[in-house]
Structures are given as structure tokens and as C-alpha cells.
């Protein structure tokens, strides 16, 4: 069984620094693309960040370019997000999803349960 | 880069069909068949209900359905159930920096 698990989430000033993670568990976790996408809280999707399979390209949407730094450690089947110079806008919770499987391009298959991020003073 | 341009709620009574749209531009929706749309339940995470426009994953009832013209995607939801309620979003691989972009949803509500 697919599984992704988040865990890093919790409560930091704005200016302060949060690592999450994601666990990944039931597939070839180092052959996938994996995503961060994030949901404040009573609003929409809002993708975040990708990491292609080998580290070999990053991409993040604006609003946190400069400020976050995608990762992978494919010997533990894990993915980090570390998030710098966090702002109130950042609050949400912050899910990893995997690219999907085969002949499909930028779709999410699997989804963890999300981490929630709350950035307040 | 704007999200992708959805409507805010779509209603329908049990049985009916609803469409809802998901406009981009040339960058996004209307220059790449890498349209996927998300149905999220209330409390739940989100999950894939199409990718590349018209494609079902495994598992996923065929009264969902997807297509494309020009810069606008649709999601048909046929034979509408009371489980079908929830938010729905579109997404779209795109050729800005933002790589994917995400609908601001759409609320659907069964009557």
C-alpha cells in the first residue's frame, strides 16, 4: 500500500525557520517526482514545490522561491521542505503527493495527510 | 502566475449532470493535455478523479468525465449522488517557473 507521511508542521514567528518532512513507504520511492502542495486553512490547493527522481531539477511557485528549499534523501525514501523567512501568508497545511504512476504527466496520485504550518507572532 | 479560473459553487439535484469549467491561457490548460482535476470531500485529502484531461485512474467511477477545448477543461459528474459533494480543482501543468498551477475550486452542492 502507497503510503506518505508528513511530520515538521507546527507553530513559529514570522521570520522563523521549519523543516518538514514526508515519508514515503509501498513504492520505488526514488524513480517518483514528489510535490508539496499546500491548503490555508478554509481556501484552495496551492502547489509549492516539486523534486524530480535523482534531485535532478527543483521548481518552486513564486511566492517562496528564494525562501524554501526542497530536498530528498531517496536512502530513507524522504523529502524535506525547508521553509526560511516564513510569513504569515505561509499558514496552511502543507501536504507531499506523489507524481503519478506511468503514462500521466503532473497529476497526484497519493497524497499524505498533511502537516499543519502556522506562522503567527 | 493567476490560478486557474473556476467557478465558485455548481448545484445539482440527485441524478442530474453538472459541468464545471476550468479556464487558463496557452501556457496552461490550452497548450498541454496535462489537465487533472481533484474531488475533496469534506475533512479528507484531496483525490485524483482525472488526469490528462480525460483519463480515470483505476478505481475512479466513470460517471466522472473530462475534456478540453481550447483554453477552458470540464469536469462532467453524471448521475449526481449525495457522496458527490465536496470541492473539486483543477490543475494544469504549465510552461511559467510556477510549473503547476491549481483551479481556486469549486464547491459542489447536491440538492
Known amino acids: 500500500e502507497v503510503q506518505l507521511v508528513e511530520s515538521g508542521g507546527g507553530l513559529v514567528k514570522p521570520g522563523g525557520s521549519l523543516r518538514l518532512s514526508c515519508t514515503g513507504s509501498?513504492?520505488?520511492?526514488?524513480?517518483?517526482?514528489i510535490n508539496w502542495v499546500r491548503q490555508a486553512p478554509g481556501k484552495g490547493l496551492e502547489w509549492v514545490s516539486s523534486i524530480t527522481s535523482s534531485s535532478y531539477f527543483t521548481f518552486y511557485t513564486d511566492s517562496v522561491r528564494g525562501r524554501f528549499t526542497v530536498s530528498r534523501d531517496d536512502a530513507k525514501n524522504s523529502l524535506y521542505l525547508q521553509m526560511d523567512s516564513l510569513r504569515a501568508e505561509d499558514t496552511a497545511v502543507y501536504y507531499c503527493a506523489r507524481d503519478c504512476e506511468g503514462n500521466c504527466y503532473s497529476a497526484f496520485d497519493y497524497w499524505g495527510q498533511g502537516t499543519l504550518v502556522t506562522v503567527s507572532a | 502566475q493567476s490560478a486557474l479560473t473556476q467557478p465558485a459553487s455548481v448545484s445539482g439535484s440527485p441524478g442530474q449532470s453538472i459541468t464545471i469549467s476550468c479556464t487558463g491561457t496557452s501556457s496552461d490548460v490550452g497548450g498541454y493535455n496535462y489537465v487533472s482535476w481533484y474531488q475533496q470531500q469534506p475533512g479528507k485529502v484531496p483525490k485524483l478523479i482525472i488526469y490528462d484531461v480525460t483519463n480515470r485512474p483505476s478505481g475512479v467511477s466513470n460517471r466522472f468525465s473530462g475534456s478540453k477545448s481550447g483554453n477552458t477543461a470540464s469536469l462532467t459528474i453524471s448521475g449526481l449522488q449525495a457522496d458527490d459533494e465536496g470541492d473539486y480543482y483543477c490543475s494544469s501543468y504549465t510552461t511559467t517557473d510556477t510549473h503547476v498551477l491549481f483551479g481556486g475550486g469549486t464547491q459542489v452542492t447536491v440538492l
Open positions: 509501498g513504492f520505488t520511492f526514488h524513480t517518483f517526482t
